[in-house]
Each structure stands twice: as structure tokens, then as C-alpha cells.
């Protein structure tokens, strides 16, 4: 297993498992596949420099992403959300998504960031299970949202301090 914190010119990796994540579990995501697929490579290049996108490869195939958006503003740059969560269903239990998880997590720190947040739909007990096994809080509720297929889903927000 490798793990990388991808840089700009690790696009390809990006483009091709955040297209399988859209494309296996559209209902994980509030993006959409056709929406990713459509943006120019130059777009992903600037998506990798705005954000941190921890990339998990078996050999040179990316298997697993996550991805770290800090806030912008002054008073909230303290604080990150948790985005792109993704392992391969036959790559699922082996430890691979808590190894992303801790190098992201580390790599939040050097950033200065005191919380990460998170929300994850509420019809996804076993994402929800493995955040809250990684030390993340249940902190509120959206009702209605994401509407997939039509139909409104509550998603749950979650946090968890990196600082005591
Ligand atoms: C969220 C995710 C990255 C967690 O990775 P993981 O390797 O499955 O994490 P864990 O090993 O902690 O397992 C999570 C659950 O899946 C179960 N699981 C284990 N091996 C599995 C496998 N081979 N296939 C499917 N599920 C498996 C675990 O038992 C656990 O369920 P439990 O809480 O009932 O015990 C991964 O499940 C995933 O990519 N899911 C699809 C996308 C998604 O939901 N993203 C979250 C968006 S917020």
C-alpha cells in the first residue's frame, strides 16, 4: 500500500478515482459524475492547489481518495471540511481508509487546523460508524440535505478537535 498527498501534476490519479467514486456510489457524494467529468484538466490541477487530496495506490492504481478543505476566512481558517471520502468496495476493512484518514489528519496540522469537520448522509451507517470509530463527534443534523434520485435525505454533520 502507498500513500500520497497529491500535487498538481498527480491530476491523472485525482481524475480517475474521484470519477469511480462518483460513478460507484453516487449517493455518498452531493457532486455529481457528470459534472466532474466535464471539467477541463486545468480545473483539476486547481482543485489539487486549493485543497489537500491524500490519493491511497495499490502498485500504480489509485485506489482510495480523501480529500481536506481548509476554510477561507480569517476567523474560521482554524477549521477544515472532510470531502471525497472513497476506498474501492474490495479494498473495504483493511485498514487502508484509517491510513488516508491519519495522513490527511497530520497533514491538517502542519496547516494549523484545530477541527475538521464532516456530514455524511444519514443513509450511510457505515461511513457514519467508521468516522465515529475515528474519534468524530455527531454535532447536528440538515434536514433535507441532499436530494438524490429525487428524494430528500437528512445528512449528518460530525466534527473532530485535532487540539485538546
Ligand atoms: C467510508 C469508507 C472509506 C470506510 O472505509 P472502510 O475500509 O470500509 O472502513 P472500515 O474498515 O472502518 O469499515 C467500515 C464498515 O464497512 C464494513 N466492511 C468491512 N469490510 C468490508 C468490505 N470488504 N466491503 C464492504 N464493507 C466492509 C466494516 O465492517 C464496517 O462496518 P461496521 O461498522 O458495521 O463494522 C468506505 O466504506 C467507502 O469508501 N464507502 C463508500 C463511499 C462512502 O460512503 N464515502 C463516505 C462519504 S461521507
Same mark, same amino acid.
Given at each position: 500500500m502507498t500513500l500520497k498527498l497529491l500535487a498538481p501534476e498527480d491530476y491523472e490519479a485525482f481524475k480517475r478515482i474521484r470519477l469511480e467514486a462518483l460513478r460507484m456510489? @453516487? /449517493?455518498? =457524494? @452531493?457532486?455529481s459524475e457528470k459534472d466532474w467529468a466535464a471539467l477541463p484538466d486545468e480545473e483539476w490541477r486547481r482543485r489539487l492547489t486549493n485543497n489537500a487530496v491524500v490519493v491511497s495506490f495499490r502498485g500504480e492504481e489509485p485506489v482510495g481518495i480523501m480529500g481536506l478543505m481548509p476554510q477561507q476566512a480569517a476567523k474560521m481558517a482554524h477549521r477544515a471540511t472532510i470531502v471525497m471520502v472513497y476506498l474501492r468496495a474490495n479494498e473495504r476493512g483493511g485498514g487502508r481508509a484509517v491510513a488516508m484518514l491519519d495522513l490527511l489528519l497530520e497533514h491538517a496540522r502542519t496547516l494549523g487546523v484545530r477541527q475538521v469537520e464532516l456530514a455524511v448522509s444519514a443513509e450511510n451507517p457505515a461511513a457514519k460508524r467508521f468516522y465515529l470509530r475515528e474519534? =468524530?463527534? /455527531?454535532i447536528g443534523r440538515i434536514p433535507g440535505g441532499l436530494i438524490h434520485e429525487g428524494r430528500e435525505i437528512d445528512e449528518i454533520m460530525m466534527a473532530r478537535r485535532l487540539v485538546a
Open positions: 456510489t @453516487p /449517493e455518498a =457524494f @452531493p457532486s474519534g =468524530f463527534q /455527531e
